[in-house]
């Protein structure tokens, strides 16, 4: 499985990316979210998650963990694939669509191409509980530095903590917090304080 790519974006449109790493041209589909966060680069990394089918094997990608982490918790719900979580997250941004989730604002879901009722009931639904473990801001906190080394920090203190056995809603909360109290502390004592807060 892919987790990331890092290397030079060959061709970036608001729908995909080319990013050539190693030699080898990879095409991944991306959000309008994502296509905002990286325009203007030329190289750089970007999150991946693989989607193999009988007849293709496809990459999406994102700027940030983040928008990654709420992609994946859209194509859990049934009737929900990778293109309308896609498009979900082309026309919320990742702090929009955890609020929308959170006051169960089935309007804003609807206003989306492609989601019908029953669709935005059963997405406000499923993921009104796994959002609301997020918190408002702890997404953000968390993906305003991941260019950054305190970023990279971070996401490796919640890798260990997923390893260990937490949820990653949980410890990406903890982290959130421990990062704007904190920016500038080590993976090690943020994983140890972290565990203390779990």
Known sequence: ??????????????????????????????????????????????????????DAHLLYGFAQEGERHLFLLLISVSGVGPNMARMILSSLSPEELVHVIGVQDERALKAVKGIGLKTAQRILVDLKDKVQTLGQGSLSAIDRQIVGGVGQAAEEAISALV?????????RKVIGELVKESPAMSVEKMIKDALRRL
């Not at 892919?2 to 990879?26: C, H, N, S």
Request: charged share 15%.
């Open 163 to 171: 390893m260990l056995g937490f949820q990653t809603a949980a410890a």
């Open 1 to 54: 499985m892919i987790t990331y790519i890092r290397g030079e974006f060959k061709d970036l449109q608001p729908a995909r990316i080319v990013v050539e790493a190693a030699g080898i041209g990879y095409e991944v589909n991306i959000s309008l979210n994502t296509y905002s966060a990286l325009s203007g680069q030329s190289q750089g990394l970007i999150y991946v998650h693989e989607v193999i089918r009988e």
